[in-house]
């Protein structure tokens, strides 16, 4: 079993910039991939962006292209997501994602291809 854990979530006002951690609890995550999800109330959980750690490919929403980063932190079990022009639409509870076919096998973006989750934190971004 692997566990999610993310951290750096907090409060920003628009234009501002945040970086999310995820540390899985495996030290070595080579043929997975890890994601990011957002969800608010009353909608979907939505993708927003991924990167697999054996090939560092990566996919992004079309919503964060340009403004978010995700990268492959020092240790082999963390991945960090740099939100930068945060934007009030960005509010949401932040999800860490892993799986095996994302991005390869599997599209970036279906939650199916997702088998572990983290739970969550929470940004919010204000006018």
């Known amino acids: 079993q692997v566990q999610l854990t993310e951290s750096g979530g907090g409060s920003v006002q628009a234009g501002g910039s945040l970086r999310l951690s995820c540390t899985a609890s495996?030290?070595?995550?080579?043929?997975?991939?890890m994601g990011w999800f957002r969800q608010t109330p009353g909608k979907e959980r939505e993708f927003v962006a991924g990167?697999?750690?054996?090939?560092?490919?990566?996919g992004y929403a079309d919503s964060v292209k340009g403004r978010f980063i995700i990268s492959r932190g020092n240790a082999k079990n963390t991945v960090n997501l740099h939100m930068n022009s945060l934007k009030p639409e960005d509010t949401a509870v932040y999800y860490c994602?892993?799986?095996?076919?994302?991005?390869?096998?599997?599209?970036?973006?279906?939650?199916?291809?997702?088998?572990?989750w983290g739970q969550g934190t929470q940004v919010t971004v204000s006018a």
């Open positions: 990167i697999r750690w054996d090939s560092g490919s990566t």
């Open positions: 994602a892993a799986g095996l076919g994302p991005g390869s096998s599997g599209s970036w973006s279906s939650r199916s291809e997702y088998n572990y």
């Open positions: 495996r030290r070595t995550f080579v043929n997975f991939a």
